[in-house]
């Protein structure tokens, strides 16, 4: 059974940066992607960015591109999610996903971690 846990959300001021960690644990598995999706109070969960385990592939949302990274370390089985030049309308809860058998059908889900964005 895969675990995923989060690190590195926080309160910033607008303009700048934080960056997200996941780590994938459980012994024995398989991962083909994982990825970063959000969720703002009254808003629906929407992904944000999400990579192939090959580091091949990767897609973002639109309003992140050119602000935020999604990258890995397959060695440490985790994933990171640099955020630079944060707005306030980033706030929200922030939730890494791990595939284990398709690209991008997540089956398992972090615990989810604040980042609130001050303006």
């Known amino acids: 059974q895969v675990q995923l846990v989060e690190s590195g959300g926080g309160l910033v001021q607008a303009g700048e940066s934080l960056r997200l960690s996941c780590a994938a644990s459980?012994?024995?598995?398989?991962?083909?992607?994982m990825g970063w999706f959000r969720q703002a109070p009254g808003k629906e969960r929407e992904l944000v960015a999400a990579i192939s385990w090959s580091g091949v592939s990767t897609v973002y949302a639109d309003s992140v591109k050119g602000r935020f990274t999604i990258s890995r370390d397959s060695t440490k089985n985790t994933v990171y999610l640099q955020m630079n030049r944060l707005k306030p309308e980033d706030t929200a809860v922030y939730y890494c996903?791990?595939?284990?058998?398709?690209?991008?059908?997540?089956?398992?889900w972090g615990q989810g971690t604040q980042v609130t964005v001050s303006s």
């Open positions: 459980g012994g024995t598995f398989s991962t083909v992607g």
């Open positions: 996903a791990h595939s284990s058998e398709r690209l991008g059908r997540y089956d398992t």
